[in-house]
């Protein structure tokens, strides 16, 4: 054993090739993956690509068809529920109307038979922490959206599990609420260090709270890695595609590290593909640069035309069609400071520069979905 393997972290979650069948449909297939703890790792994907069932599978409120859930070092792929340490959250809050919040808050921990004074106690800590001190006496029903999931994120911290899990618990608020709650909820795990899985479909919500992504498409995972890993260096066009927005542009490789797109050659990373093979080239607006002066001998450097242009605030989307083809368009992200500089209008005919190390390329041919 290496000294780099005696010092490495040993996962507070493991699963081992979990697949889920509902009759003959395959929810999820073969999936391993490691959590480490204090880690927030979040499963990003589609409508049905799998991740909720994967996180029903954690806690057992579905049990897999085969495979194996560890959770700190213990194997509890057959426990029900109740016997794993974990507290969950979901979309719809799930409070007891019945309950008041204080009641909410506490029903964990009457359930495990502990002193009311400490009950009382535990309780004011979490009303604290969640920034609802004087609610206590209120119903769910009195509270806004917000302040219900505040609760239900207190309720489920309560017992102080060893896992948090967070099923969409951000997607009925409205758009202002949830982008300050997700910043609150990052904090307080940050605080308490605790293990959180959260499943979205939001990858804004994923890219600002996650140490970790898991991206998901049609029941298996597509990759994982930090935020600007998934960002940046996409390992699927699936994934390209899925978070941000990107350019594809078909393309046959000409040779080492080239790409013929229509007219134009690319300096590009081919990896092992060979000359003739069909691709697909992926870029993302931002990266696309325009340039005042230009040298002949730089490399990935196009004539343009601003095709139209659509003000967005602090930067402007543009359409830029390439001169040889004007059929080919290429959507750019230039920053409204830019744009006034140099006086960029549609119509404009301009030089581009797409720099070889942000460009991906895959094989074959991306089929999106519009």
């Not at 300050?180 to 795990?189: I, P």
């Not at 996409?234 to 994934?239: A, K």
């Not at 595609?241 to 790409?259: E, Y």
């Not at 404009?348 to 460009?359: A, C, G, Q, S």
């Amino acid at each position: 054993m290496t000294a780099d393997a005696k010092h490495a972290p040993t996962p507070y979650l493991r699963l081992f090739d979990v697949t889920k069948r509902f009759g003959d449909f395959i929810a999820l297939k073969d999936i391993s993956l490691e959590i480490y703890e204090g880690e927030f790792v979040c499963f990003l994907g589609p409508s049905g690509c799998g991740k909720t069932t994967l996180l029903r599978a954690i806690a057992g409120l579905d049990i897999q068809t085969s495979g194996t859930v560890e959770q700190n070092g213990q194997d509890v792929s057959a426990l029900p529920p109740y016997e794993r340490d974990f507290g969950i959250v979901f979309q719809s809050y799930a409070l007891f109307p019945n309950l008041t919040v204080a009641k909410n808050v506490a029903y964990g921990l009457e359930n495990r038979k502990i002193a009311k004074r400490d009950v009382r106690q535990r309780v004011a800590e979490l009303l604290q922490l969640v920034g609802l001190p004087d609610q206590g006496d209120k119903y769910p029903r009195q509270l806004s959206g917000g302040q219900q999931q505040r609760i239900a994120l207190a309720r489920a911290i309560a017992t102080s599990p060893g896992l948090l899990l967070l099923d969409e618990p951000l997607s009925a608020l409205d758009a202002k609420v949830r982008v300050h709650l997700r910043h609150e909820v990052k904090q307080l795990q940050r605080r308490l260090g605790i293990t959180t899985v959260m499943v979205t479909h939001d990858q804004e919500e994923a890219l600002t709270m996650a140490d970790r992504i898991v991206v998901m498409n049609q029941g298996v995972i597509e990759q994982i890695g930090t935020p600007e890993d998934i960002y940046r260096k996409p390992s699927t066009s699936f994934v390209a595609d899925f978070i941000g927005t990107m350019n594809f542009v078909a393309g046959t490789a000409v040779g080492p590290d080239r790409v013929r797109c229509g007219d134009n050659v690319l300096a590009c990373e081919t990896s092992d593909m060979r000359e003739g093979d069909v691709v697909t080239v992926a870029v993302r607006p931002e990266d696309i640069v325009l340039r005042e002066g230009v040298s002949e001998s730089e490399e990935n450097v196009f004539s343009v035309r601003i095709d139209a242009m659509e003000f967005l605030g602090s930067y402007v989307r543009a359409d830029l069609a390439l001169e040889a083809r004007g059929d080919q368009i290429l959507r750019a992200d230039l920053s409204i400071n830019l744009v006034r500089r140099m006086q960029i209008a549609e119509g404009d005919e301009r030089f581009v520069n797409i720099p070889k190390e942000r460009i991906r390329v895959y094989q074959g041919t991306v089929n999106r979905d519009v």
